[in-house]
């Protein structure tokens, strides 16, 4: 697939909530997803590492009242996205964040990912 069709494929399965065929379809089983550097979560590398990650994460949260993901912007082997969420998260309460997820394909497959918050 071409940058262009993945990031299609993307927005398509995002806008559905099927992370699950996100990261089985589209992702490179090596991919690295990289957080900012005032994140707790750093830099992780490989599908199970992202998948704990999102683990992790998701057991932070205590009730999702809403999110959004911009259709994608792509510029040659990259391609971005503006989305946000707004959760209340246990024992922190309710907050939003809006954040660019740029993400980076070789070969048909998101080989990284990487957000600014």
């Not at 990261?23 to 090596?30: F, N, T, V």
């Amino acid at each position: 697939m071409t940058t262009q069709q993945v990031a299609d494929r993307f927005y398509e399965l995002d806008t559905k909530h099927d992370f699950q065929t996100i990261y089985s379809e589209l992702y490179a089983p090596d991919a690295k997803s990289i957080e900012p550097a005032h994140s707790h979560w750093g830099t992780v590398q490989g599908m199970e590492a992202i998948h704990e990650k999102g683990k992790q994460f998701n057991e932070l949260i205590e009730e999702i009242h809403g999110g959004y993901t911009n259709p994608p912007i792509v510029a040659g082997n990259f391609f971005a996205c503006a989305m946000g969420f707004e959760a209340t998260f246990k024992g922190q309460g309710r907050s939003k964040t809006d954040e660019i997820a740029v993400y980076e394909v070789k070969d048909g497959k998101i080989i990284s990912e990487q957000f600014f918050y």
